[in-house]
């Protein structure tokens, strides 16, 4: 084995997906969700390591590559502390997944892969944890490049802007231009083809084309609900109280429907929710199915989410879809990072 990737918190697998896709192998993931492993090892066969990343040996994870020639460690650490969502900025020092980038920092100068790649939310550069890791990547002698991506420009079904970092010891590394997967793909393209799902229901067919049922008045509201609108599209009487309020008037997406014909919103852990976003079935009176959310996050359609049906929780397989790298974006990095090793001339070790 020439070349090795190791995943950190690699969730059910997105962006350890999209490598493969790539043509990237990637010997194992590691992260701290147990209720991960199911979808990761048995859609990629591939090592999953159930570990706390910042409590984990930096002398395990390199002993995960096995005498690979290139080793490529790469990661999404949780983001949620970062995200323009979260408004509790004063407290974000206490929260442990702000440390979680210096865990991989630290994993980086044990382990001194060749090439690293890290992905997070755009909101994540104005702070000094960003800062302090770029630092320490360049410390290193690596040549790091970051950029703000839009994911739709890629070809992906989603309005998804996201951070990525690329660094690599070898030499100069780029992000490959928006164009290198095809045209622009929409929330048609995506879901368009599946079967009509009542408020509610589960298809027979596909256990996992299944949607949260909505309350009297949240079906009132989305059958008054136009596409791309708002909640002012509503009778007076559907208007909640907080919307009201000069606070709750900018919120205009939540309770909304998705257009057909544009890329989807980003999907987050409650896309199964519609009122936490634009999550309305462009046409149907419901919310995302869970299908829906894996396929506008770009999982194949056979991608298995759960073992058993009888254990299957709305809630944890949405946080698992919307934790997750879009397996597309995952393979724009392994092909960046190929391309990469080929004009270095390691086009061979692959």
Known sequence: MQTAVVDLFCGVGGLTCGLQKSGLKVVAGLDNDQTCEFAYTYNNKTEFVCADISEYPSEKIDQLFGGARIKILVGCAPCQTFSKQTNKYKNRIYDKKWTLLKSFAKHIQNVQPDIVSMENVPELV????????????????????????????????????????????????????????????????????????????????????????????????????????????????????????????????????????????????????????????????????????????????????????????????SRHIGNAVPVDLGKIIGLSIKQHLKDYGYGDEQ
Not at 144 to 160: A, F, H, M, T
Not at 190 to 203: C, Q, R, T, Y
Not at 204 to 220: S, V
């Open 126 to 317: 104005k702070f000094d944890v960003f800062l302090e890791f770029y630092t320490c990547l360049q410390n290193l002698g690596y040549h790091v490049e970051y950029n703000i991506v839009d994911c739709s420009k890629y070809g992906l079904p989603q309005k998804r802007r996201r951070l990525v970092l690329l660094a690599s010891r070898i030499g100069d590394i780029h992000l490959l231009p928006p164009d290198c997967l095809g045209t622009k793909r929409t929330v048609r393209d995506a879901i368009g083809n599946l079967s009509k799902l009542e408020n509610g229901k589960i298809d027979p067919k596909d256990p996992l084309h299944r949607c949260a049922g909505l309350t009297d008045i949240n079906l009132r509201r989305i059958r008054q609900s136009k596409p791309g609108g708002t909640w002012r599209d509503w009778d007076e009487n559907l208007i909640l109280k907080c919307h009201k309020k000069e606070t709750g008037k900018s919120y205009s997406s939540v309770y909304g429907r998705m257009k057909w014909d544009e890329p989807s919103p980003t999907m987050t852990t409650q896309f199964y929710s519609l009122g936490t976003g634009r999550f309305g079935h462009p046409e149907q009176d419901r919310a995302l199915s869970l299908r829906e959310g894996a396929l506008l996050q770009t999982f194949p359609e056979d991608y298995q989410f759960f073992q058993n049906v009888e254990n299957m929780s709305i809630g944890t397989i």
